[in-house]
């Protein structure tokens, strides 16, 4: 089978690898689309800590199931969704439910090898079966649509609330359609990408490009001088990092969403002065994802506006480069 692997720094290699073969309690899924994520890049640029080299990487996936083994209600040619999280079960967080924070977590297409491949061996725990009503290249977004419900999920957002969301990638623009459909008033979000931020509109969201104008003002005029209630970080870079402290009201909350390459230096005394909440946010759980594949299923979401491309394996290096210039891109899919 055809798979793309992490060879180093910068260096994918398109490999052909036996398929993998399955033993008790697990599924051989056909992998039709897989998509790039943040998370993806940081391996591909060599800063991922715990990814290693030969690895077939992708954790956002979806395929239909070809071979699986006995004693489960799953079978041949379903139409299944991944959730990528292995947990231990035996950690303080896993006993209390919170498995998305296991203290042993693992990532398929991180740690475990992934789905960028014609084939991926799955624990049949970590499958979700899912009805005709998923199209086969959307349900590659349900992980990221899960990220985003369990983000606004895990803030102090509420019905009525102005939401700021700093950085128009697919998580921002998930996490403002969901804090959108919840309730909120207004839901700004900045970029630097006309491109994201023209795609972000057509799902009513305020943009902002913050070459061109200045979002704290923006903030600051939609908001009545007060400031947003919740402000979603999901750039990851010093400008937002001072951006999030500015577009905040007195005594509202900052979400962290990003995974920061670099530490940022935030500026605690403002925050101190005027009692500002900062939490932080990881992955998803296991309700998370299941509301993501009702979500999409019941019509919920047009998700398919954030699919930017659909590429062949064959244009691993073309989709890698595509994400990582971002500004004319949102969600890159192989289709395998």
Same mark, same amino acid.
């Given at each position: ?10 260096? +994918?290699?398109?490999? =052909? ?8 309690? %697990?599924? +051989? ?26 690895? &077939? ?7 239909? /199931? ?31 439910? #919170?498995?998305?924070?296991?203290? #042993? ?19 049949? %725990? #970590?499958?979700?079966? !899912? ?9 590659? +977004? ?16 509420? &019905? $009525? ?13 998930? /996490? ?11 839901? *700004?979000?900045?970029? &630097? ?10 799902? $009513? @969201? ?9 979002? *704290? ?12 209630? &919740? ?21 509202? %909350? ?13 500026? @605690? ?8 909440? !900062? ?13 993501? *594949? ?16 659909? @590429?062949? /394996? ?6 890698? =480069? ?5 500004? #004319?891109? !949102?969600?890159?899919?192989?289709? @395998?």
């Amino acid at each position: 089978m055809k798979a793309i692997t992490y060879a180093g720094k910068e260096q +994918l290699l398109l490999e =052909e690898l036996s398929v993998p073969q399955i033993t008790t309690d %697990e599924a +051989l899924v056909k992998v039709k689309y897989g998509g790039i994520c943040g998370t993806d890049m940081m391996i591909y640029a060599g800063v991922h800590p715990r990814a290693k080299t030969s690895l &077939v990487m992708g954790h956002e996936f979806s395929g239909e /199931i070809t071979k699986i083994s006995s004693g489960t209600s799953f079978k041949i040619g379903d139409k299944v969704a991944i959730n990528p999280i292995r947990y231990c079960n035996e950690c303080e967080p896993c006993r209390l439910g #919170n498995y998305h924070i296991c203290e #042993n977590l693992k990532y398929i297409g991180i740690d475990l090898q992934g789905g960028f491949a014609e084939y991926a061996k799955i624990p049949i %725990e #970590n499958l979700h079966i !899912l009805s005709d009503k998923v199209k086969e290249d959307e349900a590659a +977004l349900i992980e990221p649509l899960a990220v985003a419900i369990h983000t606004v999920r895990r803030s102090q957002f509420k &019905v $009525g609330d102005n939401v700021t969301i700093l950085g128009a990638g697919p998580i921002g623009i998930l /996490i403002g359609i969901i804090a959108k459909i919840s309730g909120a008033a207004e839901v *700004i979000i900045s970029d &630097v990408s006309k491109y994201r931020l023209e795609v972000a509109e057509t799902y $009513g @969201l305020i943009t902002v490009n913050s070459m061109e104008m200045d979002l *704290i003002e923006k903030v600051k005029m939609t908001t009545k001088g007060v400031g947003s209630d &919740v402000v979603f970080e999901v750039a990851g870079n010093q400008i937002t990092a001072n951006q999030m402290i500015s577009a905040i009201k007195t005594q509202g %909350e900052i979400m962290v969403v990003s995974v920061y390459k670099k530490a940022p230096i935030i500026d @605690l005394a403002n925050m101190h002065f005027r009692e500002l909440s !900062l939490s932080t946010t990881r992955c998803f759980s296991p309700k998370d994802f299941e509301a993501a *594949i009702k979500f999409m299923e019941e019509g919920r979401i047009d998700i398919s506006r954030l699919i930017s491309h659909r @590429l062949p /394996i064959e244009s691993f290096k073309e989709g890698f =480069e595509l994400v990582k210039e971002s500004k #004319n891109s !949102l969600k890159l899919l192989f289709e @395998l």
